[in-house]
């Protein structure tokens, strides 16, 4: 790319201010930039401690792992996962922090994991989940992808460091 110089760089702001402008990087953008899906998972936890995990009917070969879904269009990521997780679950939740953000290769996408600290209530499994349990750290069913173990094991790191705490 061609370098230009201070007077130049005005010039186009100055021309980015306009309507027209405005547009065509917007048009641009949208047919010339990547993009990616974006899935967004929570590690729900209860009071005692225990991580809620899904059986899915969508995932033959690895059914174990956590409530969520795909990020909508300009739907936020917080409450993307307690949607899903009320979705999935019938259940709510109190969303903590971010405990995972990783590029997943297939399908390509990105995805975002929040710790989430469950309200008691009765589950309500939607069409999608063959089975749900509440499970302690030590006894996790197996085989678990690499990512829902990583965020289960950042989520239990965070809790034992005292930033989680069930209140």
């Known amino acids: ?9 005005k010039r186009l702001a100055r021309l980015m201010r306009l309507y ?21 998972n929570m ?16 995932h033959p070969f690895v059914p174990w792992g956590l409530p969520g879904g795909w990020l909508g269009r300009g739907e936020e990521p917080e409450a993307c996962v307690l949607r899903e997780l009320e979705e999935e679950t019938g259940l709510e939740a109190r969303l903590g922090p971010l405990v995972l953000a990783a590029a997943k290769p297939f399908p390509q996408h990105l ?6 600290y469950v309200t008691p209530g009765p589950l309500c499994l939607s069409g999608e989940i063959i089975e749900a349990g509440w499970f302690t750290r030590d006894a996790l069913p197996q085989p678990l992808l690499h990512s829902t173990s990583e965020a289960i094991e950042n989520t239990y790191r965070f809790w034992d460091q005292g930033v989680l705490e069930y209140t």
């Open 20 to 40: 027209p402008m405005r547009m065509a990087m917007m048009a641009g953008l949208t047919v010339l930039t990547p993009r990616h899906r974006v899935g967004v």
């Open 43 to 58: 590690v729900p936890l209860d009071a005692e401690g225990r991580v809620l995990l899904l059986k899915h009917v969508f």
């Open 1 to 9: 790319m061609p370098q230009i110089g201070l007077a130049g760089k």
């Open 111 to 116: 995805v975002l994991v929040y710790a989430g």
